[in-house]
Each structure stands twice: as C-alpha cells, then as structure tokens.
C-alpha cells in the first residue's frame, strides 16, 4: 500500500503508521474499524481527520495516543517503534508527548480551573506554569471557578489548557467542538491553531464537520476504517472565517 504523506516535505515524520489495523471480537463476531492505514504526520502542522460515525476515526487517535494497541501493523513516534513499547515506555509516552481534549471535557467538577489544570502539570516532567496556561486559553480571571460556574465553552478552554500545561508535543482532539455554539467552536478552533502556529505543537483534530478541515494544514478522510483520501491545504483558513 502506498504511503500517505499528509504535507508533502521530505522532513523526518514525528508520527509513522504502516499498514496499521484494528478489529474487535465480539464473540465469534469480528468488527474491523481500521484497514490498513499508511500515515505520516509532521511536526508543527495542523491536521484534520475527517468522517462519519463509525470511521474509525476516534479508534485512530486512541492508537496514535497509546490508549488503545493496533491489532495489525507498525507505528512510529519519531525513530522510536511505538508497537514494541513495554507498559512503562507506553507511560512515559501518554505522560510527556501527548496532551488530550475531549469533547465532553472531563474537568474534575469539585476542582477550580487552576485545579483541574494543576492536575496535569503534577505528572508532567516539563510542565507549563499553571497561571501561564491559563492566560493561553483567556481564562485568567476564572482561574477559581469550579466547572459548574463556567459556560460550555470555558469549560473546554480549561481543558485545552489542561493539555497544554503537560507542554506535550502532540495535541490529539476528539470533536473539540462538537458540544459548543457555532461562535465558541470557532474560539477553541483559534486556540488550538495557536497552540500550533505559536507554541510549535502538532495538533491533530478528528471530527464529522468537514468545515474544521479549512483551518489544517493537511486534511484526512476515513470512510469505513480506510483513508479515502489525503490533501494539504496550503492556505488555511483563519478560523473566525469559517461557516458549518
């Protein structure tokens, strides 16, 4: 199978896939949700996996951020063969290269936003100062409010700001704006392409809203666990420009 490069540069990948697959059993009933996938991921870049439910596109990026293992295939983080990783490196790799933010942002409900960051700094080797994080994500006046006092949107601001304080090098993303207003989606999308374009991460975002895929630098579509296609965009869009 031919290798997706997803931005076209000779550059040392900082994420390598090859031929990488997953299948459920249920039973004596087994559900393939990925086929072969054959992917590289560069540094710096914002990238969009694009498809409907059931793509596999959230199973990808539980792969990638080593909460799940592939049932087939090899991958890569920079030289180091992530499918050979004992319990111990895999740790170390969900610790200190990867941050993670979800669409239903798991805040702890009884911890302010200062806590509730704090927590990820507390694991981190390298952390961001927890008041810095906050002052990313614009939230430096709701620094001891609890989850309960804040708006949706807060909410998942003090989740990317979580992420962010762990200074991993990779954002991973799942439908970061799936529960927000149409205004709001567009604020977090400008965060997360700050935290790419300013503060050198690789930001990678799942979602069904083929509109997010205006503001990457490269764009994937998995349609029943395969990639169907593969571009870069070599002007993204700004993402107070976009419509969905």
Same mark, same amino acid.
């Not at 990317?160 to 205004?183: H, Q, S, V, W």
């Given at each position: 199978?031919?290798?997706?490069?997803?931005?076209?540069?000779?550059?040392?990948?900082?994420?390598?896939?090859?031929?990488?697959?997953?299948?459920?059993?249920?039973?004596?009933?087994?559900?393939?949700?990925?086929?072969?996938?054959?992917?590289?991921?560069?540094?710096?870049?914002?990238?969009?996996?694009?498809?409907?439910?059931?793509?596999?596109?959230?199973?990808?990026?539980?792969?990638?951020?080593?909460?799940?293992?592939?049932?087939?295939?090899?991958?890569?983080?920079?030289?180091?063969?992530?499918?050979?990783?004992?319990?111990?490196?895999?740790?170390?790799?969900?610790?200190?290269?990867?941050?993670?933010?979800?669409?239903?942002?798991?805040?702890?409900?009884?911890?302010?936003? @200062?806590?509730?960051?704090?927590?990820?700094?507390?694991?981190?080797?390298?952390?961001?100062?927890?008041?810095?994080?906050?002052?990313?994500?614009? +939230?430096?006046?709701?620094?001891?409010?609890?989850?309960?006092?804040?708006?949706?949107?807060?909410?998942?601001?003090?989740?990317?700001?979580?992420?962010?304080?762990?200074?991993?090098?990779?954002? +991973?993303?799942?439908?970061?704006?799936?529960?927000?207003?149409?205004?709001?989606?567009?604020?977090?999308? @400008?965060?997360?392409?700050?935290?790419?374009?300013?503060?050198?991460?690789?930001?990678?975002?799942?979602?069904?809203?083929?509109?997010?895929?205006?503001?990457?630098?490269?764009?994937?579509?998995?349609?029943?666990?395969?990639?169907?296609?593969?571009?870069?965009?070599?002007?993204?869009? #700004? #993402?107070?420009?976009?419509?969905?």
């Amino acid at each position: 199978m031919s290798e997706t490069t997803v931005n076209g540069t000779d550059a040392a990948p900082i994420l390598r896939l090859e031929e990488v697959g997953k299948t459920y059993h249920m039973g004596e009933v087994a559900v393939e949700v990925l086929r072969d996938v054959t992917l590289r991921i560069h540094d710096r870049q914002v990238l969009a996996i694009l498809g409907p439910s059931g793509s596999g596109k959230s199973t990808l990026l539980n792969i990638i951020g080593g909460l799940d293992s592939a049932s087939h295939g090899r991958l890569w983080y920079r030289d180091r063969e992530m499918t050979k990783f004992n319990a111990r490196e895999l740790t170390a790799y969900r610790r200190d290269v990867v941050g993670f933010v979800f669409q239903f942002y798991n805040l702890v409900p009884n911890l302010t936003a @200062r806590e509730n960051v704090m927590v990820s700094t507390e694991i981190s080797r390298r952390p961001l100062d927890v008041d810095q994080a906050l002052e990313l994500v614009g +939230l430096s006046d709701r620094a001891e409010h609890f989850p309960s006092q804040m708006s949706g949107g807060e909410q998942q601001r003090v989740a990317i700001a979580r992420a962010l304080a762990k200074n991993p090098e990779i954002l +991973l993303c799942d439908e970061p704006t799936g529960a927000l207003d149409f205004a709001t989606g567009k604020r977090v999308l @400008r965060l997360l392409v700050d935290a790419c374009r300013n503060l050198g991460k690789t930001v990678i975002i799942i979602t069904h809203n083929a509109a997010i895929a205006d503001v990457a630098d490269h764009v994937i579509r998995l349609r029943s666990g395969e990639i169907v296609e593969a571009h870069d965009n070599p002007t993204p869009a #700004p #993402p107070e420009e976009i419509t969905w």
